[in-house]
């Protein structure tokens, strides 16, 4: 399988569009589609400005409206794609996995769908929309990859490597995800403010015991010591690989943990109560009607201008729990990741970065046919080996911290 079409033109998609291109021998032609064409043709530009073009090939760009399921069809069919991924809003999932069931394309995201109108829907997340189609999918014989960024996405990988070679029985994981690199802005979200805010505003879902839990969301504070970033504060937080882990994984608790700053915090909460993070439209005394959170989003900083500023690392990680051979043990999985050198290389921030890697190496899998698997997966239903030593060589590697000390994962390869 070969010919790369990527949805949205934001910050995940510029590093997807730089990657593929680094990797053009393998994936061939790249076509870059969004609804603002401007956007993609900044990519394009950046593309041929940071010289990332492996070899001498395609890449173009299109208009589209991704929700309009005959329009991205037709694209698909036009430009002889292969391989859709979709970075675009997560608006857009159902459509464009529509269009490639029916073009008999692969497909592959980086979130669960939602529905503009609906805000932290409840679990099940992927059970909601996405697998309700994982027959028709099948049928099709079309690779549907879900999620595949860094969390969920790689965490996911994680976790089946943890299930499959370190434990013969798991108690428990966690999932950490430490931002600990600065912006330098009063206030700003890494990505979407849409889509970042819709997740902290309902109740926060966790599985514990083998049930779903739910708390508010800063109810529970966690502090971690983490390699890298050092002691975190972060508090549990509903997140889409809690769903497809506790489904796929026989594990009794699989939580989420986001680090927060008090500053943020502070910010959100007063956002929050004063009603300026709601999804439904409040009439002004003009009559003309405003969505707040949108009206929120146009005043915050657009979350691609932060890169060229941001300094510092993330930490990502599977904590998992569980017995070996008889014993108990306890092993982090991870990466770290600097937005600095994000920047450099591609032009965008390390959050960017950290979800945008993990689906090109998903698709120079689906390419050479060893992730080709011609159904719907999440990603811990894959074999966690050859991509995490394909991250490996993409940028995002691989740390395990365990009893025997902290080191590389490729020092097992
Ligand atoms: P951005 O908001 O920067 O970009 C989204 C892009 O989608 C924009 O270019 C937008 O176009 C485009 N878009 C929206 N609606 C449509 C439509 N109907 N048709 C065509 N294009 C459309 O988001 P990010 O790049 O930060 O994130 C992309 C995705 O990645 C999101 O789903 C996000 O949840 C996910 N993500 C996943 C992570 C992970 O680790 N798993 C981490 C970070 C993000 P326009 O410019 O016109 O608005």
């Known amino acids: 399988?070969?010919?790369?079409?990527?949805?949205?033109?934001?910050?995940?998609?510029?590093?997807?569009?730089?990657?593929?291109?680094?990797?053009?021998?393998?994936?061939?032609?790249?076509?870059?589609?969004s609804r603002t064409v401007a956007k993609c043709e900044a990519i394009r530009a950046s593309v041929h400005e940071k010289g990332s073009l492996k070899?001498?090939?395609?890449?173009?760009?299109?208009?589209?409206?991704?929700?309009?399921?005959?329009?991205?069809?037709?694209?698909?069919?036009?430009?002889?794609?292969?391989?859709?991924?979709n970075v675009g809003a997560p608006f857009v999932n159902m459509s464009v996995l529509q269009a490639c069931i029916?073009?008999?394309?692969?497909y592959m995201d980086t979130a669960i769908h939602e529905d503009p109108l609906k805000i932290c829907e409840t679990p099940p997340w992927y059970g909601n929309y996405?697998?309700?189609r994982a027959e028709a999918t099948e049928k099709a014989g079309v690779t549907?990859?879900?999620?595949?960024?860094f969390d969920p996405g790689v965490v996911n990988a994680y976790a089946a490597l943890a299930a499959n070679e370190y434990f013969d029985k798991l108690d428990s994981i966690d999932i950490i995800d430490v931002n600990a690199g600065s912006h330098g802005r009063y206030f700003a979200t890494n990505f979407d403010p849409e889509t970042n805010f819709r997740e902290f505003t309902g109740r926060v879902w966790s599985w514990q015991n083998r049930e779903w839990t739910q708390n508010q969301m800063f109810e529970i504070r966690k502090d971690w010591d983490l390699p890298v970033v050092g002691s975190r504060p972060t508090y549990l937080t509903g997140h889409d690989e809690i769903h497809s882990l506790s489904k796929n994984l026989d594990v009794p608790d699989?939580?989420?943990?986001?680090g927060f700053g008090d500053h943020y915090i502070n910010v959100f909460t007063v956002l929050k109560n004063l009603g300026l993070l709601s999804e439904q439209p409040v009439k002004l005394d003009n009559g003309q009607e405003v969505v707040p959170l949108k009206v929120v989003k146009a005043v915050?900083?657009?979350?691609?201008?932060?890169?060229?500023?941001?300094?510092?690392?993330?930490?990502?990680?599977?904590?998992?729990?569980?017995?070996?051979?008889g014993k108990d043990r306890e092993v982090f999985i991870y990466n770290v990741a600097d937005h600095e050198e994000a920047y450099a290389e591609v032009g965008s921030q390390g959050i960017s970065y950290t979800a945008g890697v993990p689906a090109v190496a998903a698709a120079m899998l689906v390419a050479t046919g060893e992730w080709d698997v011609g159904k719907m997966v999440n990603v811990e239903e894959l074999a966690p080996r050859p991509f995490l030593k394909l991250l490996d060589k993409l940028g995002l590697p691989t740390r395990i911290r365990d009893e025997e000390g902290d080191r590389e994962l490729s020092s097992t390869f």
């Open 55 to 85: 070899t001498p090939g395609v890449l173009e760009i299109h208009a589209l409206d991704a929700t309009d399921v005959e329009a991205t069809k037709e694209l698909i069919g036009k430009t002889g794609v292969q391989i859709v991924i």
């Open 254 to 258: 699989v939580r989420f943990w986001m």
């Open 300 to 325: 915050l900083p657009d979350p691609a201008s932060l890169a060229p500023s941001y300094t510092g690392k993330t930490c990502i990680g599977d904590l998992v729990k569980g017995q070996k051979d």
């Open 144 to 149: 549907a990859i879900l999620g595949i960024g």
């Open 130 to 132: 996405e697998w309700k």
């Open 1 to 33: 399988k070969k010919n790369v079409l990527i949805i949205g033109a934001g910050g995940v998609a510029q590093v997807v569009a730089h990657k593929c291109a680094q990797n053009n021998d393998v994936l061939g032609d790249i076509h870059i589609a």
């Open 102 to 106: 029916e073009t008999g394309v692969a």
